[in-house]
């Protein structure tokens, strides 16, 4: 069974600075791709960025240049590092992995808020 739990979210100032990490327990299938996604009030869930176990990353337009997805596959976590934030980025936080083995997978993350004050 995998588990994603997120941390890092918190209030912060417009063009100010958060990480956002999510760690995985259990098996983590070889060929997966990890993502964020957003939902803010009221507005349906996107992604924000995504990074393939193949070493593909793929971002909003909305973030592009001010967010950067990593991971560290050796302690089976991704990152979300997000610099000059708005007001707009203003949701809760989750993290995704779809998975492919022997079967497909997909696993979220509890989510964690993320408040930018203008």
């Known amino acids: 069974q995998v588990q994603l739990v997120e941390s890092g979210g918190g209030l912060v100032q417009a063009g100010g600075s958060l990480r956002l990490s999510c760690a995985a327990s259990?098996?983590?299938?070889?060929?997966?791709?990890m993502g964020w996604y957003r939902q803010a009030p009221g507005k349906q869930r996107e992604l924000v960025a995504s990074a393939s176990s193949g070493g593909l990353t793929n971002y909003a337009d909305s973030v592009l240049g001010r967010f950067t997805i990593s991971r560290d596959d050796a302690k089976n976590t991704v990152y979300l590092q997000m610099n000059s934030l708005k007001p707009e980025d203003t949701a809760v936080y989750y993290c995704?992995?779809?998975?492919?083995?022997?079967?497909?997978?997909?696993?979220w993350g509890q989510g964690t808020l993320v408040t930018v004050s203008s």
């Open positions: 995704n992995a779809r998975m492919w083995a022997a079967r497909y997978l997909e696993v």
């Open positions: 259990g098996s983590i299938f070889s060929r997966n791709v």
